[in-house]
């Protein structure tokens, strides 16, 4: 299994963003999957997941601003991010479970496949 991330970039504070990750070589739609990111210095923290269901879980400072959404027939998934502050630059990483039917979850070692990480920098 392949996860790619894409539409990272440079952005201001205030702006939104749009992340998206594409899966191969495994159809994913009965997996959990995930964001996580990374600043520099900083270690890696979870963001956002959603489940077979639609169901999704949020950390306490992407609830609001962020949106996490799938689609099953692209095997894909996606994190709107809105007002974005500086804090919020960091590589942004893709990740899913490999087993199904499993809830969201937020821990980093539950999750199988990753992608490489995009890189998401807000500038003020």
């Known amino acids: 299994v392949q996860l790619a991330e894409s539409g990272g970039g440079l952005v201001q504070t205030g702006d939104s963003l749009l992340v998206s990750c594409t899966a191969s070589?495994?159809?994913?739609?009965?997996?959990?999957m995930a964001w996580f990111r990374q600043a520099p210095g900083k270690e890696r923290e979870f963001v956002a997941a959603?489940?077979?269901?639609?169901?999704?879980l949020y950390s306490d400072s992407a609830k609001g601003r962020f949106t996490i959404s799938r689609d099953v027939a692209k095997n894909a998934q996606y994190l709107q991010m809105n007002s974005l502050q500086s804090e919020d630059t960091a590589i942004y990483y893709c990740?899913?479970?490999?087993?199904?039917?499993?809830?969201?979850?937020?821990?980093?070692?539950?999750?199988?496949?990753w992608g490489p990480g995009i890189q998401v920098t807000v500038s003020s």
């Open positions: 990740a899913a479970v490999a087993a199904i039917y499993l809830n969201p979850r937020e821990q980093a070692n539950t999750y199988d496949y």
């Open positions: 070589g495994r159809t994913l739609g009965r997996n959990a």
């Open positions: 959603i489940d077979w269901n639609g169901r999704t």
